[in-house]
């Protein structure tokens, strides 16, 4: 062992590799969130910070192993995600294209992703409530990943390390999000992309929040359990609620032009 001395780093993907089995997706994710639990036990937030990229890069060599995504296919009418080389790895840009044009069923999900992949300089705002999320989805947790290497780059000073998106292969559903839309006012959409961010972030906690008080009423028909589980589902409606909100200003702002626009019949004298 003193011969051939071995990281701390390679140390802890080696443990936590032959852990166990690592044959599904849920296999993976638990490696993940392990490899996740190490860096958070990091202090010094430089040292986590290169722990966890260093650590995220090998498990994600091993989760998705390489593959051409530029030559892939595109649909009828459909143009490829436009990257800048930058400084972003050519692995990392595969992820978010990987998610963003691979039609994940989770729409909130994939509109923050695309919305801070298109207002790159937003990502250094919302980093540390990103690095809280813990998807079990590996691709969704991929791009929050590279997302956070764009953060640790655009703090240290260096250029955008990726390119806004014009023409997106299969774009969410813009009806929902003014962030996704090139008519847009550049400060609104950054202030709607923030409270998705902000949706996108409590919603697994309320989920998780509203599952353990229905147990527990289930379990105990305790009066304070129910309580909490109303609370609860207070707060899910709520957050429903300003979800919709987004789709009614949308609604609000396209009614706004529509009715700006001539309506193509002359008056007559």
């Known amino acids: 062992m003193l011969a051939e001395p071995q990281s701390l780093v390679d140390a802890l993907w080696q443990f936590e590799l032959a852990a166990g089995p690592l044959k599904t997706p849920e296999d993976k994710a638990g490696l993940r969130a392990r490899l996740i639990a190490h860096v958070e036990s990091i202090e010094d937030r430089d040292i986590a910070s290169l722990y966890r990229r260093s650590l995220l890069d090998r498990f994600y060599a091993f989760a998705f192993p390489p593959r051409e995504y530029a030559g892939r296919s595109q649909g009828k009418g459909q143009a490829a995600p436009a990257f800048m080389s930058g400084r972003l790895s050519a692995e990392g840009r595969n992820r978010l294209e990987a998610f963003i044009s691979g039609g994940a069923r989770d729409r909130l999900a994939r509109a923050v992703i695309c919305g801070l992949t298109r207002f790159p300089g937003e990502i250094p705002r919302h ?12 691709e969704f947790a991929a791009a929050i990943d590279t997302l956070l290497e764009v953060a640790e780059m655009l703090e240290a000073g260096e250029e955008t390390p990726i390119s806004a998106i014009a023409d997106l292969a299969a774009p969410p559903d813009n009806a929902h999000f003014t962030f996704l839309r090139e008519d847009t006012d550049p400060q609104a959409a950054r202030e709607e992309l923030s409270e998705a961010v902000a949706l996108l ?25 129910f309580a909490e589980q109303q609370m609860l589902l207070k707060r899910k409606l709520e957050f429903e609620a300003r979800l919709g909100q987004m789709a009614s200003k949308r609604a609000a702002a396209f ?15």
């Not at 990103?130 to 590996?138: G, H, M, Q, S």
């Not at 009614?255 to 004298?269: F, L, R």
Request: hydrophobic share 45%; proline share 6%; aromatic share 4%.
């Open 255 to 269: 009614a706004a032009v529509v009715a700006d626009e001539p309506s193509g019949s002359s008056e007559q004298d």
């Open 127 to 138: 980093a540390d409530a990103l690095a809280r999320l813990t998807p079990a989805n590996l």
């Open 201 to 225: 972030v409590e919603r697994p906690r309320l989920e998780s929040a509203l599952a353990a008080a229905t147990e527990r009423f289930e379990r105990t028909f305790d009066d304070a359990a």
